[in-house]
Protein backbone atom coordinates (compact mmCIF):
# COMPACT_ATOMS: atom_id res chain seq x y z
CA UNK A 1 0.00 0.00 0.00
CA UNK A 2 1.03 3.46 -1.15
CA UNK A 3 1.66 6.31 1.58
CA UNK A 4 2.56 9.78 1.27
CA UNK A 5 6.21 10.81 1.00
CA UNK A 6 7.44 13.57 3.65
CA UNK A 7 9.50 15.89 2.16
CA UNK A 8 9.86 18.78 4.49
CA UNK A 9 9.36 18.88 8.22
CA UNK A 10 10.49 22.29 10.09
CA UNK A 11 9.18 24.52 12.95
CA UNK A 12 6.63 26.11 11.51
CA UNK A 13 5.65 24.14 8.28
CA UNK A 14 5.65 20.23 6.92
CA UNK A 15 4.84 19.06 3.66
CA UNK A 16 3.92 15.81 1.85
CA UNK A 17 4.47 14.21 -1.69
CA UNK A 18 1.34 12.36 -2.60
CA UNK A 19 3.01 11.74 -6.35
CA UNK A 20 0.66 12.14 -9.24
CA UNK A 21 -3.40 12.01 -9.83
CA UNK A 22 -2.75 9.13 -11.73
CA UNK A 23 -1.50 6.95 -8.46
CA UNK A 24 -3.90 7.58 -6.71
CA UNK A 25 -5.58 4.77 -7.32
CA UNK A 26 -2.54 2.99 -6.04
CA UNK A 27 -3.51 4.42 -2.53
CA UNK A 28 -6.23 2.43 0.04
CA UNK A 29 -8.13 3.72 2.92
CA UNK A 30 -8.70 0.79 5.71
CA UNK A 31 -11.70 1.74 7.58
CA UNK A 32 -12.01 -2.19 8.92
CA UNK A 33 -11.14 -5.77 7.67
CA UNK A 34 -14.33 -5.20 5.49
CA UNK A 35 -14.47 -2.16 4.55
CA UNK A 36 -11.67 -0.66 2.07
CA UNK A 37 -11.82 2.14 -0.15
CA UNK A 38 -9.63 1.99 -3.08
CA UNK A 39 -7.88 5.28 -4.99
CA UNK A 40 -8.44 7.26 -1.23
CA UNK A 41 -5.91 9.10 1.26
CA UNK A 42 -6.07 11.05 3.66
CA UNK A 43 -3.16 14.16 4.12
CA UNK A 44 -4.32 16.18 7.60
CA UNK A 45 -2.05 13.53 10.11
CA UNK A 46 1.05 12.87 7.63
CA UNK A 47 1.15 17.19 7.55
CA UNK A 48 0.40 17.44 11.26
CA UNK A 49 -3.00 19.33 10.28
CA UNK A 50 -4.73 20.66 13.78
CA UNK A 51 -7.66 22.39 12.56
CA UNK A 52 -8.37 20.35 9.49
CA UNK A 53 -8.34 17.42 7.66
CA UNK A 54 -8.55 16.28 3.82
CA UNK A 55 -8.32 13.46 1.33
CA UNK A 56 -7.61 12.96 -2.40
CA UNK A 57 -10.03 10.14 -4.37
CA UNK A 58 -10.03 8.77 -7.51
CA UNK A 59 -12.93 7.24 -9.16
CA UNK A 60 -12.60 4.76 -12.23
CA UNK A 61 -15.52 5.40 -15.14
CA UNK A 62 -18.47 3.88 -14.25
CA UNK A 63 -17.75 3.51 -10.15
CA UNK A 64 -18.54 5.54 -7.52
CA UNK A 65 -18.01 6.24 -3.93
CA UNK A 66 -19.79 3.09 -2.51
CA UNK A 67 -21.84 4.83 0.79
CA UNK A 68 -24.33 7.28 1.86
CA UNK A 69 -22.53 9.26 4.81
CA UNK A 70 -23.01 12.06 6.96
CA UNK A 71 -21.09 14.09 9.43
CA UNK A 72 -21.47 14.92 13.24
CA UNK A 73 -19.10 18.11 13.21
CA UNK A 74 -17.76 18.38 9.84
CA UNK A 75 -18.56 20.34 7.06
CA UNK A 76 -16.92 19.48 3.74
CA UNK A 77 -15.98 21.37 0.64
CA UNK A 78 -14.78 19.09 -2.81
CA UNK A 79 -13.07 20.39 -5.40
CA UNK A 80 -13.20 17.99 -8.51
CA UNK A 81 -10.31 18.28 -10.42
CA UNK A 82 -10.29 16.13 -13.14
CA UNK A 83 -13.43 14.11 -14.87
CA UNK A 84 -16.71 14.31 -14.44
CA UNK A 85 -19.31 12.72 -12.78
CA UNK A 86 -22.25 13.35 -10.60
CA UNK A 87 -22.15 14.83 -6.61
CA UNK A 88 -25.34 13.55 -4.99
CA UNK A 89 -26.68 15.47 -1.60
CA UNK A 90 -29.97 14.90 -0.04
CA UNK A 91 -31.45 12.64 -3.18
CA UNK A 92 -30.84 15.65 -5.46
CA UNK A 93 -27.81 14.76 -8.59
CA UNK A 94 -25.31 17.71 -8.99
CA UNK A 95 -22.88 17.56 -12.28
CA UNK A 96 -19.67 17.93 -11.39
CA UNK A 97 -16.29 18.40 -13.80
CA UNK A 98 -13.13 19.83 -13.11
CA UNK A 99 -13.12 23.46 -11.69
CA UNK A 100 -16.71 22.25 -9.81
CA UNK A 101 -16.82 22.99 -6.24
CA UNK A 102 -19.28 21.50 -3.58
CA UNK A 103 -19.95 22.19 -0.24
CA UNK A 104 -21.58 20.07 2.40
CA UNK A 105 -23.36 20.27 5.66
CA UNK A 106 -22.67 17.91 7.94
CA UNK A 107 -26.17 16.24 8.14
CA UNK A 108 -26.08 16.37 4.02
CA UNK A 109 -26.56 12.62 3.22
CA UNK A 110 -23.40 12.70 0.30
CA UNK A 111 -22.31 10.19 -2.38
CA UNK A 112 -20.47 11.02 -5.93
CA UNK A 113 -20.21 8.91 -9.21
CA UNK A 114 -18.16 9.22 -12.14
CA UNK A 115 -20.28 9.05 -15.29
CA UNK A 116 -17.32 10.49 -17.55
CA UNK A 117 -15.28 7.64 -19.46
CA UNK A 118 -11.81 9.20 -17.67
CA UNK A 119 -10.81 9.16 -13.89
CA UNK A 120 -12.44 11.47 -11.53
CA UNK A 121 -10.13 12.91 -9.51
CA UNK A 122 -11.50 14.99 -5.98
CA UNK A 123 -10.01 16.88 -3.06
CA UNK A 124 -12.06 16.96 -0.10
CA UNK A 125 -11.52 19.12 2.74
CA UNK A 126 -12.76 18.72 5.88
CA UNK A 127 -13.68 21.21 9.18
CA UNK A 128 -15.33 22.05 11.93
CA UNK A 129 -18.86 23.56 10.75
CA UNK A 130 -19.22 27.48 12.07
CA UNK A 131 -21.82 30.12 10.75
CA UNK A 132 -20.85 31.90 7.56
CA UNK A 133 -19.04 34.84 8.03
CA UNK A 134 -17.20 33.11 10.89
CA UNK A 135 -13.67 33.37 9.12
CA UNK A 136 -11.58 36.48 9.33
CA UNK A 137 -10.34 36.58 5.68
CA UNK A 138 -8.34 40.04 6.58
CA UNK A 139 -6.57 37.22 9.19
CA UNK A 140 -3.29 37.79 7.80
CA UNK A 141 -0.50 40.03 8.24
CA UNK A 142 1.51 41.33 5.54
CA UNK A 143 5.40 41.63 6.52
CA UNK A 144 8.08 44.03 5.48
CA UNK A 145 10.84 41.43 4.90
CA UNK A 146 11.34 40.62 1.21
CA UNK A 147 11.27 37.17 -0.01
CA UNK A 148 14.90 35.99 -0.68
CA UNK A 149 14.58 32.61 -3.11
Known sequence: MKSPKLTA??????????????????????????AKIPGKVFGGAP???GGADFS????AP????????????HEELYFFLSGEGEYQVDGRNIPVKEGSVVRVSPEGKRAVRNTGSTPLVMLCIQYNAAPVGSVNPSD??????????
Open 62 to 73: GTEGGFYHTHKD
Open 47 to 49: IKA
Open 56 to 59: FQTF
Open 140 to 149: GTILPEQVKW
Open 9 to 34: DIANATAIDFGSFAELGNYVLELGPD
